[in-house]
């Protein structure tokens, strides 16, 4: 059989994304990959510099997505099918251009977790994504703010003379064009991927890359990597050199051995074969490899513990087996960027595929021997010089102009490739992809003016690279303008000068709470909790005399409602706190994550029996937070019983 590729549709029980969060994201959602310099004392010199390169201020221009909730219902999902006569692979353009599948087809296994249901949770930068697959993260420290996104997707002349299905994007934390490259040749149990990203900027830039694959997990199921050593991250924000595979008393390399969440990055020797398999109990399960640039490897595991096995319930429905993560990456650990000089690239190969081994030396003591029978058996199935020079042979065509269009990504390429004149062989953002979210900067590159918006909504979203700032900054001070470019000045750093410009537009707003939202997010930062409770409360009391009945004016209201309630439950307000709760639309108020609010709001009000029967009610935070412990820390305040199962998300042990 000839490699083949087709589009299809999957159909998933899926909750719906919902809409964005009109707020822009002047703060950045709490990512658990962070160390403070105190931690970082110690770690070899090129990790800690990495580490402190250009860390993520906030999530800018992306907007956060945390309007789904955990309804499911069945969904259809264009997707694209790559095939030979010994692998099918499954990809999904429209969710970030996830792997949702890769059969075996002479041993009927799949290769890969597969996760039956769609459902966002709260792990990607930006809020919402979802588990299974291979995933592709590119941007900074944390699962991609393209997790649930589009990505444009065609077919290019592949090297062996089929076809490839190319993915693309502009990534915009760090304004990036990357591709994914997929092929079969034509007997390959192997699948190919060719990556690349650019930096066509005058500057260098920060990158981050890791490709996560979940498998499935079992009591026998044991993560291979040619490493003595890995370092150790767990959710208690430490990172630290441990011994693999034994350490603290287990063998780590089996992921159902730990109890709680923790990452095990791979110390893998210079010049070895890059490398990280994940075997079952008889031998068999999937290989990853690459070449040398990718240069990192780990495994991520829930444990066996309460929390961990509560997020992975989570995250799919009854009855499916659990998984963990193995995981490829340009730098030896997840809280690294690499510098990308102006004008350069980074381009590797991956390749993926079934292993089988002896499973009594891969499950023995001797880890150098399990480690030994998987690398012979990978060369024997895989060489690594047929990686490399399947990786040569793909460089010249990842240049090559995409044909048949699969699917369509967002306009912001295609904004900045038009603003900047960049020239992307390969990966065309061409101009008909732009659409309303670019409309109004299209027309600040053009005349030079930011355009009033035709009717009453929430602001659109923001535009923060220092040519748009700079932009803003010389177009006619319309408050709209004022907002926007504050919004930049607060993402280069220049607090005050946000301030000053938020303070400006306030003078001819018509419309007051978006500014007011923001200086009361400035005065927090300070530390200012008296004035920012009574801005908060003023930007609620406009929005509810402003807004109008559709999704966009209930997203706001909702967004704002829970920040300004947080604010003044901070500065001592509850009685204002419920004032702002009373307006909220009564399907906002049922929803999990304002359930929870609620019982906050009566904690403060002194009502603690009252704040307890909501627990006991029961309810679901649709978009709780990785690592997020307030379920625990409300529940503890309000009595000494155990925190019951259904809140029982804690992923680190108790302090």
Known sequence: MATTVRRTVLTLPAAPLGPENPLPALRPLDEMHELDDRAREG??????????????RSVLPVRVLDGYGRERTPTAFEAVVIENDRLRATVVPGLGGRVHSLHHKPTGRELL?????FQPADFALNGAWFSGGVEWNIGATGHTTLSCAPLHAALVPAPDGGEMVRLWEWERLRDLPFQVDLWLPGDSDFLYVGVRIRNPHERPAPVYWWSNIAVEEGARTRVLAPAEEAWHFGYERSLRRVPVPEWAGADRTYPLRSEYPADYFYEVPDGSRRWIASLDGDGHGLVQTSTD????RKLFLWGSGRGGRRWQQWLTEPGTPGYAEIQAGLARTQLEHVKLEAGGEFAWLEAYGPLAADAATVHGTDWAAA??????????ALPRARVDAAYENWRPYADSEPGRRLATGSGWGALEVLRAGHNL????FDEAALGEPQAPWLELYRSGSFPAPRKVIPPGPSLVAPHWRDMLETAPAE????YHLGIAQWHAGDLAQAVRSWER????????WPLLRCLAVADRHAGNVPRAADRYMEAFDDLCQERRDGEAWTAATAALGREAIAALLAAGR?????SVWDRLHPAVQQRGRFRLVEAQLLQAEGAPDAARAVFDAGFEVADLREGDETLGEVWSALTRDPLPEPYEYRMRPPS
């Open 43 to 56: 770690l070899p010199r090129d990790m800690a510099r990495q580490i402190g390169y250009e860390p993520l």
């Open 113 to 117: 977790y597969r996760n039956p249901v």
């Open 293 to 296: 640039l990718l240069r990192g």
């Open 371 to 380: 480690r030994a029978e998987a690398e012979a058996r990978l060369e024997a």
């Open 425 to 428: 062989p390969g990966t065309p």
């Open 479 to 482: 408050p709209l303008t004022e």
């Open 505 to 512: 537009g306030l003078e001819l707003a018509p419309s007051l």
């Open 574 to 578: 509850p009685a204002d706190a419920r």
